[in-house]
């Protein structure tokens, strides 16, 4: 194996890597792989300004439409066009693992680990005007900040964020008011109705609103910890909705028929494939990396979320489920997984932070 160069990997994590047949070497691009940002729509015309503007050349990724890539010392936060949200930074393998779901305008679109919310965002644009991106995240601070991000995007307004668990979520997306039936409850008549929604409005209007929520859901939804609803998009389908129809629950068949065009699990995962996490821990200490990253209990927790056995394994609980084929991926900078159309995107070969992803399709029953 060759030298891990500038980083200096504390004995458990080379141990570690040694036993997984990785090459520490990889860790040694930290430094050269490049960052990436996607520019908005539209902002074409305005990309020399933007080079001028943060003093470096952005250079087009030539298999990933609307991505360049920077040098990484290159700090964008303070520069007017992140600001207004003309550019935001976003891993050249997390937009491939958008761009395998082909989302079309129109589709709606499930995103169940949401947080921070680059991909939401890039899926916001790729609907356009049309559908709609339901974005789920366990961890409420995180959801906030992805929040704070579709606004500050202004991609928000046709998206709904529920801090929920994204295992046992089932609220399907706002198609049309037809898909409504009422609900013969005690509520009825009583209900208040989603206004449009703000961040601004009173604390005492809100904790009002959270109330009401509350209790709808409660006498609502019970095969479920209600789903907290943090944000929606004037056009998300939610406002003019009583609570009782946004929770109400729905049959498999009927979930089926009217759930959702395509799903992203972006689930959590050890990290130690991803350089630039690794990289921070530089600063952080790499006793911290020796906690979090190689606590073997944490790890054994996440490889149930993720790794190709678990798409091993979901195949063969699931005869509805199918990998397809990635079609774009024959130009991208990417290699086979073990597993017959997955991909691994390994950060030496990509010159991204390295990604994995498996594209499931649901056949007819
Ligand atoms: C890799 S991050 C997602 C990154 C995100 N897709 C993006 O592009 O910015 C994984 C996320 O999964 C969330 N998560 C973990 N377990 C979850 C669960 N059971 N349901 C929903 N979200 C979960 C974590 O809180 C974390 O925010």
Request: proline share 4%; net charge negative; with cysteine.
């Given at each position: 194996?060759e030298e891990t160069?500038n980083?200096?990997?504390?004995?458990a994590f080379?141990?570690?890597l040694?036993?997984?047949?990785?090459?520490?070497?990889i860790y040694?691009?930290a430094?050269?792989?490049?960052?990436?940002?996607r520019?908005?729509?539209?902002?074409?015309?305005?990309l020399e300004?933007i080079?001028?503007e943060i003093?470096?050349?952005?250079?087009?990724?030539?298999w990933?439409p609307?991505f360049?890539?920077?040098p990484?010392?290159?700090?964008?936060a303070s520069?007017?066009?992140?600001k207004?949200?003309?550019?935001y930074?976003?891993?050249?393998?997390?937009?491939?693992?958008?761009?395998?779901?082909d989302i079309?305008?129109?589709?709606?679109?499930?995103?169940?680990c949401a947080a921070?919310?680059?991909k939401?965002?890039?899926?916001?644009?790729?609907?356009a005007d049309e559908?709609?991106?339901?974005?789920?995240?366990v961890?409420r601070?995180r959801?906030?900040?992805?929040?704070?991000?579709?606004q500050k995007?202004?991609l928000?307004?046709r998206c709904?964020l529920?801090?929920a668990?994204?295992?046992?979520?089932s609220?399907?997306?706002l198609?049309?008011s037809?898909?409504?039936?009422?609900c013969?409850?005690d509520l009825?008549?009583k209900?208040?109705r989603?206004?449009?929604?703000?961040?601004r409005?009173?604390?005492?209007?809100?904790?009002?609103?959270?109330?009401?929520?509350?209790?709808?859901?409660?006498?609502?939804?019970?095969?479920?910890?209600?789903p907290?609803?943090?944000?929606?998009?004037?056009?998300s389908?939610?406002v003019?909705?009583?609570?009782s129809e946004?929770y109400?629950?729905?049959?498999?068949?009927?979930?089926?028929?009217?759930?959702?065009?395509?799903?992203?699990?972006?689930?959590?995962?050890?990290?130690?494939?991803?350089?630039?996490h690794v990289?921070?821990?530089?600063?952080?200490?790499w006793?911290?990396l020796n906690?979090?990253v190689?606590?073997?209990e944490?790890?054994d927790?996440?490889t149930?979320?993720?790794?190709?056995?678990?798409?091993?394994?979901?195949?063969?609980?699931?005869e509805s489920?199918?990998?397809?084929?990635?079609d774009?991926?024959?130009?991208?900078?990417?290699?086979s997984?073990?597993?017959s159309?997955?991909?691994?995107?390994?950060p030496?070969?990509s010159q991204?932070?390295?990604?994995?992803?498996a594209?499931?399709?649901?056949?007819a029953t």
């Amino acid at each position: 194996m060759e030298e891990t160069a500038n980083l200096p990997l504390p004995d458990a994590f080379l141990e570690f890597l040694r036993a997984n047949g990785i090459d520490p070497s990889i860790y040694a691009a930290a430094d050269s792989i490049p960052r990436y940002v996607r520019l908005e729509a539209g902002c074409e015309a305005e990309l020399e300004e933007i080079e001028a503007e943060i003093k470096c050349q952005l250079q087009r990724v030539e298999w990933l439409p609307g991505f360049y890539s920077l040098p990484p010392h290159i700090q964008i936060a303070s520069s007017n066009a992140y600001k207004q949200g003309k550019i935001y930074g976003i891993d050249a393998a997390s937009g491939a693992a958008v761009m395998a779901l082909d989302i079309s305008a129109g589709d709606h679109v499930l995103d169940l680990c949401a947080a921070p919310g680059a991909k939401l965002c890039m899926m916001l644009e790729l609907i356009a005007d049309e559908g709609s991106v339901t974005g789920v995240d366990v961890a409420r601070h995180r959801l906030a900040a992805c929040r704070t991000m579709v606004q500050k995007y202004k991609l928000g307004d046709r998206c709904r964020l529920f801090v929920a668990d994204g295992t046992s979520f089932s609220l399907i997306p706002l198609r049309s008011s037809s898909q409504f039936r009422s609900c013969d409850s005690d509520l009825e008549g009583k209900e208040e109705r989603f206004r449009e929604w703000t961040s601004r409005r009173p604390w005492k209007e809100r904790k009002r609103a959270a109330r009401a929520l509350e209790h709808a859901a409660s006498q609502l939804a019970t095969k479920f910890d209600s789903p907290e609803l943090i944000f929606y998009g004037p056009n998300s389908g939610i406002v003019g909705l009583k609570k009782s129809e946004l929770y109400q629950t729905l049959s498999s068949s009927e979930f089926s028929s009217c759930g959702y065009d395509k799903v992203l699990v972006d689930a959590e995962c050890t990290h130690d494939g991803s350089i630039k996490h690794v990289q921070k821990f530089e600063h952080w200490g790499w006793e911290t990396l020796n906690k979090r990253v190689l606590n073997a209990e944490r790890t054994d927790d996440l490889t149930l979320l993720q790794n190709e056995d678990v798409v091993q394994k979901f195949l063969e609980d699931n005869e509805s489920a199918e990998l397809k084929e990635i079609d774009p991926a024959k130009d991208w900078p990417c290699r086979s997984g073990r597993i017959s159309k997955t991909l691994r995107f390994d950060p030496v070969t990509s010159q991204t932070s390295g990604l994995f992803v498996a594209k499931f399709t649901k056949l007819a029953t």
